[in-house]
């Protein structure tokens, strides 16, 4: 081979990448010592762009497709190398190609909780995760803000700074969108749509474009959701229902109780009172909704309201509790006719045999059985 080949064969007449990679976003194409001769053959291929670099300086950028490497292809080249009239000799110039196609799977997440404030649950810790799309949108303007020498830049060399900015929007958005805490997870598609179009100025900046952003999971403590679903089931149920299952639920309880009857009779009457004063809570409920009007005349009576007494339970003070209720704890052994009891207008506490509203319930309990 003579000199002359040899020569020859250090110019570089093609220029072209092949990506073989999913995530590469900027590739120098290595010449090393070697020169780009005048008419090289320049391949840019789909979701490519490819941007010469003189002396750090940029200068020229292809879009995709062929062209032949000229003083009317590199009109900003051909100004700062001075070629006023075409050129012959081979020349010099860094050769960036950037892929321009969407970068898919890019997950983004909360490394720390974020602190809100809610009105109902006072403050809250939440979490949050999911992924986005990127993309080169400006090849010059991405090399010189980020990539700057760097001869292979991948996604990942900027995702710690895109998720850092994404988890600070975030941050921002969720305190200002004034939701309450348990529909995070029922508009997690709007969220995501807002911060998309909130996000979309700070990625521009680099030269680059959020091609989308989705929101997968927001969480929160386990006690806040426990809290949440409880209110959920209080608005779609029967007060007086919820109030019976409790008062079931305590009774259950107290019988599995080891300590014996004493126990058990003070878990039912815990239950009981439970169950009155929930019941008074829904009256109370009922009683604030507007009620319908009545024609003249068509008033009915007042209904009349059982007598509730208080009762010394184990030593301890509980209900009020309705006849009803108090027929029940008679049968049970937990209210005996020496159990004090007491309601509005007695001036003092009295045994329950002694009051005459109350009295008559025991006339069907036999009396206790005496020693021998």
Known sequence: MGLFDKLKGEFIDIVEWLDPTNDTLVYRFER???????????????????????????ADVFSPGMYSLTTENLPILSTLKGWKYG??????????????????????????????????????????????????????????????????????DIADQLRSMIVSKFTDAIGESNLPVEAFASQTNELSEFLHEAIKPN???????????????????????????????????????????????????????????????????MGFAMANQMGQAFGQQQAQQPQQPVSPGATPPPIPQEPAFYAVINGQQAGPFPISTLK??????????????????MANWQAAGSVSDISNIFGSVPPPIPSV
């Open 328 to 345: 029940q704890m008679v049968s049970q052994n937990q209210l005996t006719r020496e159990t004090l009891v007491w309601r509005e207008g």
């Open 203 to 269: 990625f521009e900046f680099f030269g680059l474009e959020l091609s989308r952003f989705i929101i997968e999971n927001i969480s929160m403590p386990e006690e806040v959701k426990k809290e949440i679903f409880e209110l959920s089931r209080l608005n779609a149920i029967d007060l007086s229902k919820l109030a019976q299952l409790k008062a079931a639920k305590s009774m259950e309880k107290a019988a599995e109780n080891p300590s014996g009857m004493a126990g058990a009779g003070m878990g039912m009457g």
């Open 32 to 58: 090393y010592q070697n020169e780009i001769k005048n008419g090289a053959k320049l391949t840019v291929r789909e979701g490519q762009a490819a941007v010469f670099i003189n002396e750090g300086q940029i």
């Open 87 to 156: 050129f012959n000799s081979p020349f010099k110039a860094e050769v960036y190609f950037v892929s321009t196609r969407n970068i898919t799977d890019q997950r983004w997440g909360t490394k720390n909780p974020i602190i809100l404030s809610d009105p109902r649950f006072g403050m809250l810790e939440v979490r949050a995760f999911g992924t986005y799309v990127l993309r080169v949108k400006d090849p010059a303007v991405f090399i010189r803000e980020v990539v700057g020498t760097d001869g292979h830049f991948t996604a990942e």
